[in-house]
């Protein structure tokens, strides 16, 4: 904490929101009252600087919409009719409910349903995953974003963080593969902005022109999920024009002979027909990221996002291995450098607490979980929501909502606003925000711990999530001593401090200069490859892993190992087509011809901010990308509204008639509030699976779109919603 002129205080902060740049803040405080929030000048990834989200926080903390006391429904579910009561009956009533529940059905019937709204490590998605299994209540396997990638990530090269993304800066060929860094990883982008300014060719694929694919070097827009057909016709070439570094292949990897076999077919020539990209473009890129050291993969979230695209990710994690990238620093992949943070998930979850034999449900499944469409011994009778928006986050939307309409459903919900899925909450529990609350915010993005400082008290009676669960605890007459620690004492327990990796760092360094760089090299020097060295279990690169079974990460449901996918894996990559497309499902083309992509929005971090009128405008109202040869078979003009729909339900949007993206493919960003809209774009999405790890398959499905006539805009929706 520094003081200066006006008793204006500044302490440490963290973006505590899901995004891998997790920001390094400066809360700007004065008599109580947090005026400003500015980046952390001094952090190596933050440079000072926010993005368009967060460079206002402290108008999120002072919001008129705010939740500022517990609520209980009074109306219909959906229909935001609450009234205000004490901590003392919501919590009196919840324990009550939760007590019968248990006495009647067993504590199977409740289900905790939470994601990375807030990464805190106290506060965040595993805040109450103790609490839960102590309680005994089912499983929640949270996989909307990354948790297949992070399947074919560790079968391949294991937990590690893979190349130092402030590196970047050291390589000559940079490749964004399916992630929109300058809306999603902006903080990252600068560093790859500094390597192009110094001559490094970046290259993106992705299936459409977003922000990031128009700043490239060499923009490549593959079909959606096509990408595995591509990366496999890259190691093709490599292979057949002997671009394979064959000493590093030979020492440190598993399987290459295997896998070179299976790559004979995967011609140029074959992957064209499948992406929609040349054979002589496929060579290019190919031969240039061979011979152009260092070279650089940074893999983003959306490539797990058809059926097939945790293969295609094993794929694209293979390539380094096999033109010897990973020997340069500033050369390899980039996934989630989680891997190598000491966080310790057993003590944060305490998966020691789970009965045996407790189920599972899905996060992507929920609506179906809650319609008893999934196979449950023990009907969903409860659900506690808190750090999402399964109203809009989910797939299958309208079943989710179909779901929570169910009078014998008692759903606690812990927010900062009456949110889409607030509104179906019989009990709604105001949450503390940011600068309110304590905690360390987990980063999946780069290499350093950061520290966020309660510098505020929480409005109202918003409380902590991590308080919520002390107190539920407490009156449900929990022992262990993890409940009753205080939010510090939880910082001090969920850290591994005597790792090598935190050397030199303790809590108390964390407080007074609010980020350290872990103890795993230097952007100048981290090569954690060039010798091998993979945790795995050989040692090397598996580009074959005989006998794997399918699994999601522990930390991804509650570090439980019970009841996992555990289906039988193929030992290479490969090319899996995707479930809706006109290739592999024809007659569904015919009635819903179109394949839509639903990346993240600029504006929002998902659903976050996407009730905050000065964010909306950022953003815009929420609209669908449509090619011209496909905006005039439909008669659609750019502006008009149309309606995009398929079996699975419907949503509207302005038309942006636009050659970005390229005919049969359509585009609408996630994230808008089903308040403010008729429909969001989840409504159409798929809930099955992907091929590991139970990952979502957002851009794995097929509408059609129409014109329609509506009246009202943007300013009268807010108007209705903010009245």
Not at 76 to 88: N, R
Not at 544 to 570: C, H, I, W
Not at 701 to 719: D, K, M, P, Q
Request: hydrophobic content about 35%; glycine content about 8%.
């Amino acid at each position: 904490m520094n003081e200066v002129a006006d008793v204006i205080q500044t302490f440490h902060g963290g973006c505590p929101h899901d995004c891998p740049d997790t920001c390094s803040m400066q809360f700007h405080v004065k008599n109580g009252e947090l005026l400003s929030v500015s980046g952390n000048p001094d952090h190596p990834m933050t440079r000072g600087g926010l993005c368009v989200k967060l460079k206002d926080y402290e108008k999120r903390h002072y919001h008129p919409n705010r939740l500022l006391h517990p609520m209980k429904r009074v109306g219909p579910k959906g229909s935001k009719q609450f009234q205000q009561i004490t901590w003392d009956e919501a919590l009196d009533t919840i324990v009550d409910r939760w007590q019968s529940l248990i006495k009647d059905d067993g504590p199977r019937s409740i289900l905790p349903v939470s994601y990375l709204g807030n990464q805190g490590l106290v506060h965040g998605m595993n805040g109450g995953d103790a609490f839960f299994n102590r309680l005994g209540a089912t499983v929640c396997e949270r996989t909307y974003c990354g948790e297949g990638s992070c399947t074919a990530w560790l079968l391949t090269v294991g937990p590690t963080a893979g190349v130092d993304p402030e590196s970047f800066v050291h390589a000559n060929f940079i490749v964004i593969w399916a992630c929109n860094s300058v809306s999603t990883n902006l903080h990252h982008w600068h560093i790859i902005k500094d390597a192009q300014k110094r001559g490094a060719k970046v290259v993106v694929v992705d299936s459409f022109a977003s922000k990031t694919a128009k700043e490239a070097d060499w923009h490549i827009a593959p079909k959606p999920g096509t990408d595995g057909a591509l990366a496999m016709a890259m190691m093709n070439v490599i292979i057949e024009e002997n671009l394979v570094d064959h000493d590093y292949v030979e020492r440190y990897t598993v399987g290459y002979a295997e896998l070179a076999e299976r790559a004979t077919t995967c011609t140029p020539e074959w992957a064209a027909e499948i992406t929609g990209i040349t054979a002589d473009e496929i060579r290019l890129f190919a031969r240039e990221y061979a011979s152009t050291p260092p070279a650089a993969i940074r893999i983003g979230v959306a490539l797990e996002r058809s059926y097939g695209g945790s293969q295609a990710i094993r794929a694209v994690t293979s390539l380094p291995a096999l033109i010897g990238a990973w020997r340069h620093v500033g050369g390899g992949a980039l996934q989630f450098p989680v891997w190598e943070h000491p966080y310790k998930f057993d003590v944060i979850c305490r998966p020691d607490l789970i009965p045996e034999g407790t189920p599972v449900v899905n996060i992507l499944q929920l609506g179906r979980a809650l319609l008893g469409e999934t196979p449950l011994e023990t009907p969903i009778k409860s659900i506690m929501v808190w750090n999402t928006n399964p109203v809009t986050q989910s797939p299958e939307t309208d079943k989710v909502i179909e779901g929570l309409k169910r009078e014998d459903l008692f759903t606690i919900v812990a927010d900062h606003f009456i949110s889409d899925t607030a509104s179906y909450a019989d009990i709604v529990l105001p949450a503390a925000m940011g600068a309110e609350q304590e905690d360390m915010i987990l980063s999946w993005g780069h290499l350093y711990l950061t520290y966020n400082t309660k510098c505020i008290e929480p409005p109202g009676e918003a409380l902590p999530n991590n308080e919520i669960f002390r107190r539920l605890a407490k009156r449900l007459g929990f022992e262990e001593d993890n409940f009753k620690w205080s939010d510090s004492e939880c910082l001090e327990h969920y850290v591994d401090w005597n790792s090598p990796a935190c050397q030199g760092i303790d809590l108390n360094y964390m407080r007074e200069h609010g980020f350290a760089r872990l103890n795993v090299g230097t952007k100048d020097d981290r090569a954690p490859h060039r010798q091998g060295n993979f945790p795995t279990p050989t040692g090397k690169c598996m580009f074959m892993v005989e006998g794997a079974k399918n699994f999601v990460a522990g930390p991804f449901r509650q570090m439980y190992d019970g009841f996992q996918p555990g289906e039988d894996l193929d030992p290479l990559p490969a090319y899996v087509p995707s479930r809706e497309s006109a290739d592999t499902n024809a007659a569904l083309a015919a009635r819903f011809p179109l394949n839509i992509i639903s990346p993240k929005s600029h504006g929002f971090i998902n659903s976050s901010y996407a009730n905050m009128e000065s964010k909306l405008r950022v953003q815009g109202e929420q609209y669908l990308m449509i090619n011209p040869v496909d905006a005039l078979a439909r008669d659609v003009q750019d502006g008009i509204v149309v309606k995009v729909f398929n079996e699975r339900g419907a949503f509207e949007g302005k038309a942006r008639v636009t050659t970005d993206v390229n005919p049969g493919i359509v585009v609408a960003t996630l994230g808008y509030w089903r308040q403010l809209n008729n429909g969001t774009v989840n409504c159409i999405s798929s809930a099955e699976y992907g091929d590991m790890g139970h990952s979502n398959t957002f851009s794995d499905n097929l509408v059609e779109v129409e014109r329609v006539s509506t009246t009202g805009g943007l300013e009268f929706r807010l108007f209705k919603f903010n009245s």
